[in-house]
Each structure stands twice: as structure tokens, then as C-alpha cells.
């Protein structure tokens, strides 16, 4: 399938910002190499306060690699990346208090309950005494846990545990939410319900968000501003009416294919 | 500090939890205070040396605290596949008191699997020379668990799955144990056993507790002991630190 003849003149802008809109995440000429192999390759965007943005791209795009940069885990080659105006390289702790995240993986304690790895996690957030125990019996109300808050983690269903693995992500009250893969392995119901509390989040409390996902028409429906990554640069940028006209499809999952091939990719 | 706490006792009520963990770990030197102790005790005897479970035991409570200490290294690997790791390395925390709150938790579990050894020992008989060295063993029995907490957190830092420290583990810990005068008196050694053990960090632990559990003169004396371990302490807490900092997840 061939690209319709505009794509190749795709300026890369720099998404939608209106003036006096703070910008939460700012990422500037990135470029991260791993000895001789450029992971990712002079990437540039903004994602301004209260949106949802969604990062996506093939296995091996360079999206796990810009995720890990943009959330202090991995030391950036070149560019800049301020996290609410905080340069990652130099404010490492203050950016880490300004997002949560939810891993891909468990990153719970199983052995713990939830009360106990939220506690656990208030104590890494320095958040102490009333404030603490109020911050988690509201987040834990808040995912419909709180009567299960005893319980070892092990017990938990993989939607319970997604939920607590939210609700810890947000103990801290953190201004940016990066989710990677939230929806990974679970059911329907779960689904909707997780992307019910993200906008809710977003609307009610102007959370932004930055998420990843495979699940294309998730993010058709929930993401504000789409840019789609790979081969480590970013091929195409915009809502995701804009990415449908851009490729004459009417899915986001057809857009998608069109930007970056229709070839597996083994990451 | 709070951060130090935190992983510190995550460390111990996890092992204070497992009931069948608490009797299945200290096993080992059970064992072989009983077939040996028992069962070569009288060639021992025969041969001049003594008792051999008063030989032993200061050993056992060693052997306990260097395999338990180590180990707690390979929980290391287990919260970096599993992914707990990764939400303490994403928080705004010093790396180093991560690092410290972990070790010291692995180093108290065990001290404290030290501890019931000794109980176990003294059941079947084994007395220290004196009351009042007691106090004295049981900070030693701390400093040797430090060390290979330390050593432990510090393998774990290099490599990313079990086999691989398991392979170590085989390859270090083992002949720490082995060649390090714990089972057989070092004196009656050929000389390059002696050198071997010269060179074996938890020697130096054994000797230590032999000195002051046992009250008996010692190959290495109670003073180099107490130097070297504390030397080494120092070393594999900043080696273990610098690794653990360096891990990328």
C-alpha cells in the first residue's frame, strides 16, 4: 500500500499549543544511542497541561526507550527534556514528584497488600502522617478497593491489580500520568472502567496524561493529540481525524498501518 | 531515612511471615552439625583435636549468615525481573538508600537465622566459654552478615538472571565455606589450603567466632579478624552501592 502523495511532505510540528498553555512535557531534538545503534533519532514534541496524549509506534520503534528518558530512567544522547519546565538531567527528583507511572509489568509486591505497597509507596513520596493515610484510603475508595485493602496482593485479579497499580500512581497527587500499555491483558469491563477513571482524571482534575498503547481505537476514542513513532523518528503527528484524513483511511488502525508498514515487527 | 526503614523491614516481615521459610533456611547447618558433629566426633576426639561439635558450631553460625546474607542478593534479581524495582528506582529516593535499606534488611534476616542456630547448638550441647562473650559474637555474627549482604546485593547488581547467580553463587560462596577452616582445624591443613583460606573473606568471620564463642587460640587471631572484616564491610558496602546505582532497568 503506498503512502497517499502528501505524507512525504509532513512537517513535523510540534502539537497544538495556545498561548500561555503550560507545557508539561517538552522534548527537544532527543536523540538516545546505545553504542552504534540510535534507538531513537532526533524526536521533538509537546504535550500542554490537561491533554492526553498517546505515543504510539511498532515494537521497536524507540517508544519503551523515549518513555524510559521522559520518566528519568534512562540518561537522554542529545536534545533536551523538560518535564513542567524541569530539565530531567539536572532536576532528577523534583521531575520523579511531578508524574506517576504505571508499568507495563506488575510492579507491585505480591507478598504485601495493597494497603502495605501503598504505604510503602507514600513513604518513597515523602508523604507523611494524616496526609498519608487519607491520600490512600481516598485513592483506594476511589478504584473500589478499599474493602479489599488487606488482602495480599497475590489474591488480586490482573484488573484489581492494574486498578491499585493506578491508584498507587497517584498517591503522590502527580500532575502527569504516564500509562504504558494500561489496557494490556484485560478484560472489557476492566478496560472501560480504566479509561472512564483516565478521563474523569483528566477532565475533573486536569491530570495530563501520556500513554502508549497497542490498542489503536483506545486511543482513537480517549487520546487528544496522537504522534506515532518509528524507526526512532516521528512519522506523523496530530488528532486522530487529522491522521485519518493524512492516510485517506477511516480507522485509526489503518492510519497507523499505512504510517509505518504492514511488516511484523520483532522488536 | 524513612526510605531506608521502609526496605529494611519490607525485608523482614517478609521473612518473618514465611514460617516454613524460618525453619527450612536454618536447616543446613542442622544437618551438619548433626552427621558431623555426631558422627565424626569421635574420630575428631580420637585425633586429638576435642569436641567436635564445639568446633563446629561457631562455624554453623557462620555458614548460616553468609548463605542467608548472600542470598538475599538473588531477591535482588527477583524484584528486578518482577518489576518491583522499578516503581522504587522511578521515585524521587537516593539510589544509596535504596541500596542500604535492602542490605541491612538481608543482614538482619540473617543475623537473626544466626541466632536460632545458636539456640539449636546450645540444645545439643554446645557452650560458649563464657556468658559474657555471647554479646560480643553476636555483633561480629552482624558485621559477617553485613559483609556478604553487601556482597550479595553487590553479584546481584551485575547480573540480570537467576542461572547467572546461581553460577556464582556455586563458585564463590561455596568455596568460601569450604576452604575456610569451618569444618576441619586449618593448623593441620597443608600450607596451600592455609593460603586459600588466608585469601577467604568469611575465614576471617569463622575465626572471629571461634576466638570469642570458643575461647581457644585461633590461626588468624581475634584482632586481624576483627580489621579485615570491617575493611571488608566497608569495601563491599561501597562496591555494592556503586553497582547497585549503575543498574539500568
Known amino acids: ?267 | 531515612m524513612g526510605v531506608i526503614y521502609a526496605h529494611w523491614n519490607r525485608q523482614l516481615k517478609s521473612y518473618l511471615h514465611s514460617g516454613p521459610r524460618i525453619v527450612s533456611s536454618i536447616v543446613q547447618p542442622i544437618f551438619y552439625l548433626m552427621a558431623l558433629g555426631f558422627g565424626l566426633g569421635r574420630t575428631f576426639e580420637q585425633a586429638g583435636q576435642g569436641n567436635y561439635v564445639q568446633f563446629l558450631a561457631p562455624a554453623m553460625l557462620a555458614m548460616i549468615i553468609l548463605f542467608s546474607a548472600f542470598f538475599s542478593g538473588i531477591e535482588l534479581l527477583y524484584d528486578r525481573r518482577f518489576g518491583f524495582l522499578r516503581a522504587t528506582m522511578v521515585a524521587p529516593v537516593s539510589r544509596l538508600s535504596i541500596m542500604l535499606g535492602r542490605t541491612m534488611g538481608g543482614a538482619t534476616v540473617a543475623w537473626i537465622q544466626g541466632v536460632l542456630v545458636f539456640i539449636f547448638c546450645t540444645l545439643v550441647g554446645y557452650r560458649p566459654v563464657s556468658l559474657r562473650t555471647v554479646p560480643l559474637a553476636l555483633l561480629i555474627m552482624a558485621l559477617i552478615a553485613i559483609v556478604f549482604a553487601a556482597m550479595g546485593t553487590l553479584v546481584g547488581s551485575l547480573f540480570t538472571d537467576f542461572s547467572a547467580f546461581q553460577t556464582v553463587t556455586n563458585f564463590l560462596a561455596m568455596p568460601f565455606f569450604f576452604f575456610s577452616g569451618a569444618l576441619f582445624p586449618l593448623t593441620n591443613a597443608p600450607r596451600l589450603m592455609v593460603w586459600g583460606a588466608m585469601s577467604d573473606p568469611f575465614a576471617y568471620g569463622v575465626d572471629a567466632l571461634r576466638a570469642v564463642l570458643n575461647g581457644t587460640s585461633v590461626p588468624f587471631g581475634l584482632s586481624l579478624d576483627l580489621a579485615i572484616l570491617t575493611i571488608l564491610a566497608s569495601a563491599a558496602i561501597t562496591g555494592g552501592a556503586y553497582l547497585f546505582s549503575r543498574i539500568e532497568l
Open chain 1, 1 to 267: 500500500m503506498s503512502l497517499p502523495k502528501n505524507v512525504s511532505s509532513l512537517s513535523i510540528h510540534e502539537g497544538p499549543k495556545s498561548a500561555g498553555t503550560r507545557e508539561m512535557i517538552s522534548v527537544h531534538n532527543l536523540v538516545k544511542k546505545f553504542g552504534d545503534v540510535t534507538a531513537v533519532a532526533d524526536i521533538s514534541f509537546c504535550v500542554p497541561e490537561g491533554q492526553i496524549f498517546a505515543f504510539l509506534g511498532p515494537n521497536g520503534a524507540g517508544k519503551t526507550t523515549t518513555i524510559k528518558i521522559l520518566t528519568t530512567m534512562l540518561r537522554c544522547t542529545e536534545g533536551s527534556v523538560r518535564i513542567d519546565g524541569l530539565d530531567v538531567a539536572v532536576s532528577q527528583d523534583k521531575v520523579r514528584r511531578c508524574f506517576g507511572i504505571v508499568f507495563q509489568d506488575s510492579s507491585l509486591d505480591d507478598a504485601m497488600s495493597a494497603y502495605e505497597n501503598l504505604s510503602f509507596h507514600a513513604v518513597l513520596y515523602g508523604l507523611k502522617g494524616q496526609r498519608r493515610y487519607a491520600r490512600i484510603e481516598e485513592v483506594l475508595r476511589r478504584f473500589d478497593l478499599w474493602e479489599r485493602r488487606d488482602e495480599k496482593v497475590s489474591k488480586y485479579s490482573t484488573g484489581m491489580r492494574r486498578r491499585l497499580e493506578i491508584a498507587r500512581s497517584l498517591l503522590h497527587t502527580p500532575r502527569i500520568l504516564f500509562l504504558d500499555e494500561p489496557s494490556a491483558g484485560l478484560d472489557p469491563q476492566t478496560r472501560s472502567y480504566l479509561w472512564k477513571q483516565v478521563k474523569a482524571l483528566n477532565e475533573n482534575e486536569g491530570v495530563t496524561v501520556f500513554l502508549t498503547t497497542h490498542y489503536l481505537e483506545e486511543a482513537e476514542r480517549v487520546a487528544d493529540y496522537i504522534a506515532i513513532i518509528d524507526h526512532g523518528k516521528i512519522v506523523a503527528q496530530g488528532t486522530a481525524s487529522n491522521l485519518k484524513e493524512l492516510t485517506e483511511m477511516t480507522t485509526l488502525d489503518d492510519a497507523f498501518v499505512v504510517l509505518t508498514g504492514s511488516s511484523i515487527r520483532d522488536g
